[in-house]
């Protein structure tokens, strides 16, 4: 989504939603995030999986020296496992890059053309060993720009939407996601605001 479609999204639920007002008054409009659609910025998501974004960059590298050019999937599936171990690949992690090259490779997975239903898009990216539900969401929200997306099982965005609501105690990802129904069609704008709004730290809490 661009700025400008983020800043409409956030407006609306805004104009319904005084608590959500009140937060974009107090830490300003996202950036936006955006990510290239395809292959790479998949492995990229099972690569940076529980490591650092400084480690996940460093396998990236180290990759691109042993095989080439990562963004082609029939390059991992070629590879062997040793070479990706050397790259920095765990054992499963080597499993999940050589599951999503074999549904790209094969044709089962076509990410220029993922269903418009946005459950059945994440129903087809979980297919892949390594892509759970929380990773399909972010991949639908920032590579494709999906604007109803809610990743409602990220800790972040449960932290902020009881922090936003003045709950005294995080909600729950089925709480979260109940709440989230009454901000369709504009989730997306609002799971990004919620980074953005943890990003500003404990200051931006209601007083």
């Not at 080439?68 to 790259?87: F, N, Q, Y």
């Not at 490779?105 to 459950?119: M, N, V, Y």
């Not at 990773?135 to 990743?151: K, M, T």
């Not at 369709?184 to 990003?199: D, E, K, S």
Request: glycine share 8%.
């Amino acid at each position: 989504m661009s700025a400008e479609q983020l800043r409409a999204g956030l407006d609306a639920l805004a104009a319904n939603e005084p608590a959500i007002a009140a937060a974009i008054a107090r830490v300003g409009y996202p950036d936006p995030r955006i990510r290239e659609r395809g292959y790479a910025t998949l492995l990229r998501t099972i690569v940076g999986q529980q490591v650092s974004v400084h480690a996940a960059n460093a396998v990236w590298r180290k990759l691109e020296t042993l095989v080439g050019d990562p963004a082609d999937p029939h390059v991992i599936a070629a590879a062997s496992d040793e070479t990706l171990r050397a790259a920095g690949f765990s054992r499963q992690k080597t499993g999940y890059a050589r599951s999503l090259a074999e549904e790209v490779t094969s044709g089962r997975l076509d990410l220029d053309r993922l269903p418009e239903d946005d459950e059945e898009a994440i129903a087809q990216l979980m297919r892949v060993k390594g892509i759970g539900r929380w990773s399909a969401e972010v991949y639908l929200l920032f590579a494709e720009g999906r604007p109803d997306i809610w990743p409602a099982g990220d800790l972040a965005v449960q932290l902020e939407i009881g922090r936003i609501l003045g709950h005294d105690t995080r909600p729950s990802e089925k709480l979260t996601r109940a709440l989230a129904e009454a901000w369709r069609p504009h989730r997306g704008a609002l799971a990004i605001f919620t980074w953005h709004h943890y990003g500003a730290g404990p200051d931006a809490a209601p007083v």
